[in-house]
């Protein structure tokens, strides 16, 4: 592989002719492995077209077009040379930044490339084949950008297209060998993309990321450094994305303190963030707590604006001096040191009062260092946990300040914009959690939140405005890879994966990452993995009330997944076992392992109480072994996969969370020192999933919408487009759906289990009624506010629950209708007792 750079002083006789190579096709440009009419050929006979970029480009300019060389040669064994200000050859890669790139500026003022579409967009680009562009150049494959990472992103999709994965290094995802590489004519226009700021937090990294890269990454520093930082924000230009949350948690020092790690976030064009609770990019655990001192010379004093505002402005303020020139979003307002409430008065008017007086000596501190007024500097407020409390309560916020609505923790968006806020010129974006750390209980083991559910909440986020920043909080980054691959690509078309279609996605990014003949079982595979999770995550089975026929099932269903899934595994090609088991197999075998030890401890314990000693002990060493089984897969993951390239990645006891211990299970003792229960009366209920439905009824340009792959059966109903109308005091005019189903005489209990979600914003509901042979409906509340008893129970097993008692006069068939009174009600199921 020939990966250099060369340098020429001139371009004078570069583009000497006529205008006869402008792109009349229209058509978008595909790649090919096989010569056809005109195509352009990237590698032909092993040999690679040379790659021209500009010597004044942007930096990140440069590092994609290594990428894309490097690229080309992980796919054909053959490498291209990088030229920089040079005379193309025959055939020439041509990449650059509109304004920044002289040879794409004199493409356009020549009219060979049409940039209409193009120039002036945030992060657009446009690839198109060009004949003759030059007295010299045959045919150039032209790579325009409207600003520098739009350039970039267009040399990392011709990566995608010609089969790198964005996974390449992260998941080991090796490309499938080709010989030869043709791009056939036309012309393709990519972006604007549908959200502005796009990116991932690292977070809670104390058993993965920190350990790993401390010793894998960057031993030089022992923590997350500039090394490990570049592979992320290399990640994160495959993905399209811009915009990082830093790790900020205590086990790791502060993102600013290794001064290498903004210089690398802007050679790779990245937008630095800080989380909800660090103002002014500050790391708040490190640099108040423990550092402060170091680089102020004094001790810090209290954490609380009103009494000690000189030493936070001036901790804020230098931080903002410091990032002055970078490419930022600025976190405003205030709370605790490390995700706590703002230490202040205690009452809350005043609190409020003070919260609006910290936001507005912020903005002035940023518009003196940063030498703009302050709607020209991207801020945002998260109102995330019980900021969104003090928000609520008449906060005044400036208008230009983007509003990052934050999910519950567990998936389910707490609140969009209402129709005031919806016109404010900041707009709004969203703060979503793959991972979490606290109540009612964490997951921060596997990843098991469906493209679906992920969809169905950014999708009704964005309907509403939510398109300026999506943050997801990846924790260590691995084993999210294939839900972070699709938030970025929702967030980059929010259209191609509307909540109708993300059960597609796996499919499609199977085909992408292992392969066409691997899609389709390995998007049934991941289907099934995240209809169980729908029902308890792997880190919540514990805690999650199960029936013994629910328990049943649920080992039967994730023990035919395993076995497909290891099937399946033994027909992946060699250069792809790592990334399958990384991103595959370990998740599946993994939650698999984990309900094993759990239900098979549990049963041992209650057949110890039935005095059954057999199956008891049985039982008990079955739960073991699985406790077993899961630490052995974990070794695997760390010191055998990809020649220990993780070792240290993946914790099978994060935070040392009781659902990961031994389990406990019965002994001889037990079993001897018990009798047999009184036999429990059976509940026969009938069951009916809400797409079973026999008929329903659309209502003001809205329809009933089968959603699949969301909710605890995978196929939830609701309503579809949302809209800001509530049904609740005209419920004859209200969508519905019809069951039909036996009742007998007398009183029948119906329960509605919906998917966990909230209302859209104050003043709207979250109802529905039900009828049954025509009564007179009931209306339900399902809102349960976040962080009550309720609703910790919601999230945990998947649904929130409205119960109803209806009088039948009759036994035999009745008709049971469910009205949805209220924008993002989703039913799931349906029981009748």
């Known amino acids: 592989m020939y990966l250099f750079l060369k340098t020429y002083a001139t371009l004078s006789v570069l583009f000497l002719i006529s205008f006869s190579g402008i792109a009349q096709n ?228 502060a993102f600013w303190f290794y001064k290498e790690n903004p210089v690398v976030a802007d050679r790779y064009a990245i937008v630095l963030g800080a989380s909800h609770c660090e103002p002014i990019l500050r790391d708040n655990v490190f640099e108040w707590s423990d550092n402060y001192e170091n680089e102020f010379g004094q001790k810090p004093g209290e954490w609380r604006y009103d009494v000690n505002k000189q030493q936070i402005f001036s901790y804020w303020d230098a931080r903002a001096k410091e990032s002055a020139k970078m490419d930022a979003v600025y976190t405003v307002g205030m709370r605790g040191i490390h995700d706590g409430s703002m230490p202040g008065p205690k009452n809350k008017t005043e609190k409020v009062k003070l919260l609006e007086n910290i936001i507005s000596d912020q903005r002035d501190m940023l518009s003196k260092d940063i030498v703009k007024p302050a709607n020209d500097i991207p801020q945002i407020f998260c109102p995330y946990k019980e900021v969104l409390d003090l928000y609520q309560d008449n906060m005044k916020l400036p208008d230009d300040v983007t509003i990052v609505w934050a999910d519950d923790n567990h998936g389910y968006v707490r609140q969009v914009s209402d129709p005031t806020e919806q016109k404010r010129s900041g707009g709004s974006g969203v703060y979503y959690h793959f991972s979490y750390w606290g109540a009612p209980h964490d997951y921060l083991w596997l990843s098991s939140i469906s493209p679906a559910l992920t969809s169905y909440e950014m999708s009704k986020a964005y309907q509403f405005g939510a398109d300026k920043v999506w943050i997801f909080n990846v924790g260590d980054l691995k084993p999210a890879e294939m839900e972070i691959q699709f938030a970025m690509d929702l967030g980059w078309d929010i259209k191609k994966w509307s909540p109708e279609k993300a059960h597609e996605y796996p499919e499609a990014w199977a085909a992408e990452t292992f392969g066409a003949e691997f899609a389709e079982p390995i998007a049934k595979i991941k289907a099934e993995y995240y209809r169980l999770a729908a029902a308890a995550k792997p880190e919540h089975v514990d805690v999650v009330d199960f029936t013994g026929a629910e328990v049943d099932k649920r080992l039967k269903d994730y023990q035919n997944l395993s076995k497909e899934a290891e099937e399946l595994g033994k027909k992946i090609p060699a250069n792809l076992q790592d990334a399958y088991f990384e991103l595959i197999l370990y998740p599946v075998k993994g939650a698999c392992l984990m309900n094993e030890k759990i239900f098979y401890a549990q049963k041992s314990i209650a057949l110890a109480r039935a005095a059954t000693k057999t199956e008891s002990l049985n039982y008990a060493q079955k739960a073991k072994d ?159 506010p976040a962080d009550t008893k309720v609703w910790s129970a919601n999230v945990l097993r998947g649904y929130s629950i409205g119960q109803t008692t209806h009088q039948v006069s009759k036994t035999g068939e009745s008709t049971v209708r469910i009205y949805l009174l209220d924008p993002s009600v989703v039913l799931s199921q349906i029981e009748v007792m």
């Open 26 to 253: 229209s058509k978008p440009i595909t790649i090919t492995n096989n010569s056809s009419a005109n195509a352009f050929p990237l590698v032909k006979g092993r040999r690679v077209a040379d790659i021209y970029i500009d010597n004044d480009d942007a930096e990140v300019v440069t590092i994609a077009a290594r990428c894309f060389s490097k690229d080309i040669q992980s796919v054909t064994g053959a490498g291209g040379i990088i030229f920089k200000d040079a005379m193309p050859s025959q055939y020439a890669v041509i990449g650059g930044t509109i304004g920044h790139s002289k040879l794409i500026d004199q493409l356009i003022a020549n009219h060979l490339v049409d940039v209409s579409k193009v120039k002036g967009q945030w992060e657009t680009f446009s690839i198109s084949i060009v004949n003759n562009p030059t007295a010299k150049v045959k045919q150039a494959l032209v790579i325009t950008g409207s600003d520098r990472r739009g350039t970039a992103y267009g040399f990392f999709e011709l990566s995608r297209m010609m089969g790198v994965s964005p996974l390449v290094w992260w998941a080991d995802v090796a490309p499938k060998h080709h010989d030869e590489i043709y791009i056939t004519p036309g012309t393709s226009i990519i972006g604007p993309p549908s959200v502005k700021f796009r990116g991932i937090f690292i977070n809670d990294e104390d058993w993965g990321m920190q350990p790993w890269a401390a010793k894998n990454m960057d031993p030089y520093v022992k923590d997350i450094g500039p090394n490990t930082y570049a592979h992320i924000f290399e990640l994160l230009l495959r993905l399209k994305a811009n915009y990082i949350w830093p790790a900020m948690h205590p086990c790791t020092k």
């Open 626 to 784: 699985a406790y077993g089984d899961i630490q052995t897969l974990t070794k695997r993951y760390n010191e055998k996969i990809a020649d220990g390239k993780w070792n240290g990645i993946m914790s099978d006891h994060p935070r040392d969370q009781k659902v990961f211990n031994v389990p406990t299970v019965a002994t001889e003792q037990m079993i001897s020192d018990n009798k047999p229960p009184e036999g429990q009366k059976a509940e026969p209920k009938t069951i009916i999933a809400a797409y079973q439905y026999t008929n329903k009824k659309d209502a003001d340009g809205t329809h009933i919408e089968t959603i699949n792959g969301l909710g605890m059966n995978a196929n939830a109903v609701t309503v579809m487009p949302l809209v800001q109308k509530s049904y609740a005091d005209d419920i004859k005019d209200a969508p519905f759906v019809e069951y039909k189903t036996n009742l007998t005489a007398g009183s029948n209990n119906i329960t509605v289990k919906c998917l966990p979600t909230f209302k859209l914003y104050n003043g709207m509901g979250l109802h529905y009624a039900i009828s049954v042979n025509g009564d007179n409906p009931q209306v339900i509340n399902i809102d349960s």
